[in-house]
């Protein structure tokens, strides 16, 4: 897969090359002698489904083994042996090796799921299915790819089942091509919201330079039905391209007994749900419902529980957007509710409207009144282009101690909705507003939308004057480079050369926290991979 981006290699998660050097041939049926040696003479994919041939013992899958896939594979992998430190089992496509079928299960959801299979016993959801299994590493490769064929808008094969689909611990999933898990048509009436292109869940995970688009689901971490209770730790989600799915990235929690702490999303270019538009004529399984919810990146837990725990989640240097919906209400680009969260940081992303998205938010911490806590956010040198019917900022319910600087806020529409009279921001300042919108943009405390009848939203001079917010943010040009050419002539964002990089002698460029630059990129530069907080 072609890198689009340039990183430090101290920030990529290193897997160790594997001990034993076993190196093992299978295609979907036998070929040449049979002894799996190359894949002119590989294994039938039969061999691979049989624990007969995972073990330890010589010539099986086992630790340190490297299984190579080989032409068109047509039928589900089952992974039925862990890794070990510093020599996993490898998956790894040969060059134009694929897993291709018209879909890849037959299972069909006992009611309306949103596109996510609840029985977690079914092994043939997947192309690939781990369960349980560690240290395990699937490598695309060159260009390995994972695709359906016949299931998607006006086919009859509606079924719920992923490109890679599992639970384990020290797992890495790169390098692969995932396409059509749910190829929909956008503006239909179809109510099926399936396919999964990446499901997995675990700790030490690390999920990579993957390629996937068509499903309602791209990909999904974090933890499963309600009968698990777990701690996961160290899940790394970065330099994924994302696009078409109704949830481009998500994280859940599906139980008030589970905790996540250090979840990484970065790097990460993400675009393209307008797919998923189209209004509901009908849905037998929830006929209140009327269209189908999309985000660019959703975390959430459930609206019921006080016990699922978010520690540690950072979203940082992801360019976010276009084409989120042409419809209002449908949610936003970052979107968290229903958990409990603490040490949040989002910081140095870039996310961008077109002129079909409708008014949505582009960042939304909310949720149930009883379900959601968030103290001390922090939404930090950011780049929010809108095009003036995205609202930048929701915050509410239970959520206090905010922080909010250096972001450059450009065509807005609300510039800041509090869902709740005890929203508390602790610092809100170095922003940029441009243009400065009229009167009536920042609902509150009692100036919030339940009381507008009362106490209409504050005026910016009321903002500054009266709450002390946003006395050093400017209020002019921000400078961009070129806004037409939002990731430069190389075609890779965050580079010199990027459209929104800041030009030099912007005002921006030294009127951040501490003297810093406004918005995702340094002055004249690129931004730092991870800026330290002040």
């Known amino acids: 897969m072609e890198n689009k981006w340039i990183l430090p290699a101290a920030i990529i998660l290193l897997f160790c090359a594997n001990a034993s050097g076993t190196e093992i041939y299978i295609a979907n049926s036998e070929a040449g002698t ?151 048509i ?57 696009s078409g799915c109704g949830v481009e990235l998500g994280v859940a929690m599906s139980s008030d007994r589970t905790t996540l702490s250090n979840v990484s999303i970065h790097h990460n270019r993400i675009y393209g749900g307008a797919v998923w538009d189209g209004y509901l004529p009908y849905n037998p399984f929830d006929p209140s419902r009327t269209m189908h919810r999309r985000d660019f990146i959703k975390i959430w837990g459930r609206a019921a529980d006080l016990g699922a725990v978010y520690s540690g989640l950072r979203i940082y240097n992801n360019v976010i957007g276009p084409g989120l919906t042409k419809e209002r209400g449908a949610t936003g680009w970052i979107v968290a509710s229903d958990a409990n969260y603490s040490g949040v940081d989002i910081h140095n992303n870039l996310l961008l409207s077109s002129v079909e998205d409708g008014h949505s938010a582009f960042i939304e911490f909310s949720g149930s009144s009883n379900a959601l806590t968030s103290p001390n956010l922090k939404i930090r040198n950011n780049t929010f282009i809108g095009n003036n019917k995205n609202d930048p900022i929701h915050l509410g319910r239970k959520t206090v101690g905010h922080e909010i600087y250096g972001n450059i806020f450009y065509n807005y529409s609300l510039a800041f909705y509090a869902m709740d009279i005890n929203t508390e921001i602790a610092f809100w300042n170095n922003n940029s507003w441009y243009p400065l919108r009229g009167p009536g943009s920042f609902q509150y405390k009692d100036h919030h939308a339940s009381a507008w009848g009362i106490y209409p939203p504050y005026r910016w001079a009321e903002w500054k004057g009266q709450l002390g917010f946003d006395t050093l943010s400017i209020n002019e040009d921000p400078g961009f480079s070129d806004m037409s050419n939002p990731a430069g002539t190389d075609g890779i964002f965050f580079t010199n050369d990027d459209g929104f990089s800041l030009q030099q002698g912007s005002v921006l460029c030294t009127n951040g926290r501490n003297g810093g630059s406004i918005g995702a990129y340094a002055c004249a530069g690129p931004p730092a991979t991870d800026r330290q907080r002040p």
Not at 67 to 76: E, N, Q, S
Not at 94 to 116: C, H, N, Q, V
Not at 195 to 206: A, K, Q, R, V
Request: charged share 15%; proline share 5%.
């Open 34 to 184: 049979a002894d799996g040696a190359s894949c002119e003479n590989a294994y039938p994919l039969e061999w691979l489904s049989s624990a007969a041939n995972w073990g330890s013992e010589q010539g099986k899958i086992g630790p340190g083994t490297t299984v190579h896939l080989c032409g068109t594979i047509g039928k589900p992998i089952n992974i039925l042996g862990s890794g070990q430190p510093g020599s996993p089992i490898t998956i790894l496509f040969e060059p134009d090796a694929k897993m291709s079928a018209p879909y890849w299960s037959a299972y069909i959801p006992p009611f309306y799921t949103r596109g996510l299979p609840n029985d977690y016993t079914t092994k043939e959801i997947a192309a690939i299915y781990i369960d349980k299994k560690d240290y395990i590493t699937i490598d695309g490769g060159q260009n390995g790819a994972i695709e359906a064929t016949a299931t998607g808008t006006g086919f009859d094969n509606n079924y719920s089942f992923s490109g890679v689909f599992g639970r384990g611990n020290n797992v890495e999933i790169k390098n692969l091509a995932i396409r059509d898990m749910y190829k929909r």
């Open 186 to 242: 956008r503006g239909s009436g179809d109510y099926w919201t399936l396919g999964t292109g990446i499901s997995f869940w675990g700790s030490n995970l690390s999920i990579h330079d993957n390629n996937i688009a068509n499903a309602f689901y791209c990909l999904i971490s974090g933890s499963e039905s309600p009968s698990f209770a777990a701690t996961y730790s160290n899940i790394e989600i970065f330099r994924n391209e994302l």
